[in-house]
């Protein structure tokens, strides 16, 4: 157990819709960085943030948006949803130096 | 630039033997290379990491080898067993920043 808790496990919607993924990260971690993976495309880092600001951005496209709130949780926010949608989500997190620790991942299907 | 590549895709091993898993980078300013084992249906779990300054760093059976001349790494199981089967995947970073993850090797050890 990595101490990085996501929710939903799985989630399934209908192209169109929008969906929220839950991140609760490590206790002490300030940074929090969202990551998608599909077979396709692999593991792509999409968002970090880092103390409620925004630090990095990746590939993350404009109809997908995150944000960290002051207790350190973070919400990634997808939006009109499309079946290329479709993959595992991964939220991670770290503290200042250390590596970057999972959490076990949203299934988002998109039928 | 900012691609690791990984070899091979998948790798399939007798159980007590050595598996190699390859990655080389192109970005002179990683200074931070994890390997990640993801199990099916799990997030990806640090396994080891190693900065440019050393070119070996082991952690019971498992080493990474490191050389900054030909920019390339890898992974060294020794004494593989059965539980070792699941994706592996390096990864690349300018510490403490966002992760560049390689394609994954699927490998799996047979009794």
């Known amino acids: 157990d990595s101490g990085v808790t996501q929710t939903p496990k799985h989630l399934i919607t209908a192209t169109g819709q929008r969906v929220t993924l839950r991140c609760s990260p490590r206790?002490?971690?300030?940074?929090v960085y969202w990551y998608q993976q599909s077979l396709d495309q692999g593991l792509q880092f999409l968002i970090q943030?880092?103390?409620?600001?925004?630090?990095a951005k990746g590939n993350i496209l404009e109809r997908f948006s995150a944000q960290q709130f002051p207790d350190l949780h973070s919400e990634l926010n997808l939006s009109s949803l499309e079946l290329g949608d479709s993959a595992l989500y991964f939220c991670?997190?770290?503290?200042?130096?250390?590596?970057?620790?999972f959490g076990p991942g949203t299934r988002l299907t998109v039928l | 630039q900012q691609q690791v590549k990984q070899s091979p895709q998948s790798l399939i091993v007798q159980k007590g033997g050595i598996s190699i898993i390859n990655c080389a980078y192109e970005?002179?300013?990683?200074?931070?290379f994890p390997w990640y084992q993801q199990f099916p249906g799990k997030g990806p779990a640090l396994l080891i990491a190693?900065?440019?300054?050393?070119s070996e760093k082991k952690e019971g059976r498992f080493t990474i080898s490191f050389n900054k001349s030909a920019k390339q790494f890898s992974l060294h199981i020794m004494d593989s067993q059965p539980g070792d089967s699941a994706t592996y995947f390096c990864?690349?970073?300018?510490?403490?920043?966002?992760?560049?993850f390689g394609t994954g090797t699927r490998l799996q050890v047979f009794p």
């Open positions: 190693i900065r440019p300054d050393v």
């Open positions: 991670a997190s770290s503290s200042a130096e250390d590596t970057q620790y």
């Open positions: 970005n002179t300013a990683f200074d931070y």
């Open positions: 943030y880092y103390n409620g600001e925004e630090r």
């Open positions: 206790s002490g971690d300030l940074s």
């Open positions: 990864a690349a970073s300018m510490h403490p920043d966002k992760l560049i």
